[in-house]
């Protein structure tokens, strides 16, 4: 299985920010949402970074209540590991795994296409596993 897979499923709708966006803005997004984590992109649209919920906690907790006013630019993650469309699904968990990250932004030509998350790999694993089981029990019966 791989990404384009997930992305065709869940679509390829991305919230992002820019790098100036404050602290507060990002959190109010994030929460909002209900989602992990935003992609920080450049005005011509390149990927800059990432900031998670994680990245928000450490600094309020670092810096306080003033952490807020802060552009996210201060504790976003720079080195952005993407993926792209035709990679495995076992390749971008074991990125995640490896990085200590739950979500990977899809890139095509250089460009923003998607986002996966932890929690949409799983799914796609517990999805690949049922379909395998089912197989072998008409394998078996038939």
């Known amino acids: 299985m791989i990404v384009s897979h997930i992305l065709s499923g869940k679509g390829s709708n991305v919230l992002t920010s820019g790098p100036q966006a404050t602290i507060a803005d990002v959190a ?33 907790a670092a810096r306080g209540p003033d952490a807020l006013n802060l552009p996210c630019s201060v504790c976003m993650t720079r080195k952005v590991v993407s993926c792209s469309e035709e990679e495995t699904i076992d390749s971008v968990m074991g990125k995640m795994s490896e990085g200590r990250f739950r979500h990977l932004p899809v890139i095509r030509d250089g460009r923003l296409a998607g986002i996966i998350s932890i929690g949409d790999v799983v799914k796609n694993k517990i999805e690949q596993a049922e379909r395998d089981a089912e197989e072998l029990k008409r394998y078996i019966a038939g």
Do not use: H, P, W, Y
């Not at 949402?33 to 970074?49: H, P, R, T, W, Y």
């Open 28 to 60: 109010s997004t994030l929460a909002d949402n209900k989602i992990g984590a935003l992609v920080v992109v450049e005005d011509d649209g390149s990927v800059c970074g990432i900031v998670s919920e994680r990245d928000v906690v450490r600094q309020i």
